[in-house]
């Protein structure tokens, strides 16, 4: 056999907390959904896919904004 085999553990003292929101980076959320927008321009990703992409995230904090970061940056 090749390779290695992966297993998981749910245990409770195994478990933590994220404290920073999804998506944010060290500085502010405003950063990560720049920097998301970027990454995403850089790869080559179609206007329209960014768009609808930017467009799917206006229901989460900060709600306009966030959305319009990912699109300044890009």
């Known amino acids: 056999m090749n390779g290695w085999i992966a297993c998981s553990w749910d245990e409770p003292e195994l478990r933590f907390i994220h404290l920073r929101p ?43 904004l966030g959305s319009l970061a990912m699109l300044w940056a890009g």
Not at 43 to 51: D, E, K, R
């Open 22 to 64: 999804m998506g944010s980076s060290q500085q502010s959320i405003y950063t990560g959904r720049m920097r998301h927008g970027f990454g995403q321009y850089y790869m080559g990703t179609g206007f329209v896919f960014m768009a609808a992409s930017a467009l799917s995230r206006i229901n989460q904090k900060p709600y306009l």
